[in-house]
């Protein structure tokens, strides 16, 4: 049970901004924990100079977490999701997950697509957890320790809804 001054404590506040520039040194160091094959610092900052919408989760105004999708053609793509380590298990990977698919849907999108690793259970679960269902598997899709591993693609349908319908 929680102490009385635990209880005092004000809880720190999660926000989900945009990314930039200055973010990604923080942003490089939460992937490379989290990924055996990890993006690089310079592939984020290609992410920011695209366009592609990219967000950090903060809590306390510290990066724990981030998002980077693509939109297009009525579809957008779910290419990078990731918390971290610490901070995993707190319901900020779905908030994370909610949020882009939100301003797809603002955007006019109305499907969403993802690949993940047939063996990353938690990050299957979350996207199942909101209605993602798997739609095709790339075959050797991923490098992976012993060769390769396949993908999972996964497809999600959203209500198209622009930003003046909120
Ligand atoms: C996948 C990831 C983003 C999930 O973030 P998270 O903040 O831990 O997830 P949440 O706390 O929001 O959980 C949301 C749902 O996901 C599922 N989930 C999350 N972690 C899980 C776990 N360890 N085991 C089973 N289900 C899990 C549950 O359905 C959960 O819903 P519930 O809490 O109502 O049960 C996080 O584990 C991560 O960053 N992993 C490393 C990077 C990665 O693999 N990204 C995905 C690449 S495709």
């Known amino acids: 049970m929680a102490t009385a001054p635990e209880l005092l404590k004000p809880t720190p506040s999660t926000a989900i901004r945009p990314m930039a520039s200055p973010d990604v040194a ?16 310079g592939i984020f900052r290609d992410c920011l100079r695209v366009g592609y919408l990219c ?20 579809e957008m793509h ?13 319901g900020h990977g779905r908030r ?16 969403a697509f993802l690949e993940v690793r047939p063996s990353n259970t938690s990050a299957l679960a ?6 993602f269902e798997q739609v095709g598997m790339r075959r050797g899709y991923y ?21 003046a319908d909120t």
């Not at 923080?26 to 610092?41: G, L, M, Q, T």
């Not at 380590?85 to 707190?90: F, L, P, Y």
């Not at 994370?96 to 499907?111: F, I, K, P, S, V």
């Open 78 to 90: 779910v290419l990078n999701l990731c918390i971290a380590e610490a901070e995993r298990g707190r």
């Open 55 to 74: 967000r950090v989760l903060t809590i306390a105004e510290q990066i724990c977490g981030y998002g980077v999708m693509s939109m297009g053609a009525g």
């Open 26 to 41: 923080e942003v490089f160091a939460i992937e490379r924990a989290a990924y055996a094959f990890p993006w690089s610092a």
């Open 126 to 131: 979350l996207y199942r957890a909101l209605g």
């Open 143 to 163: 490098q992976a320790v012993n060769g390769r591993e396949d993908a999972c693609v996964l497809k999600l349908t959203v209500r198209a809804r622009r930003a």
């Open 96 to 111: 994370m997950l909610e949020h882009l698919l939100e301003r797809g849907a603002a955007a006019g999108m109305t499907e």
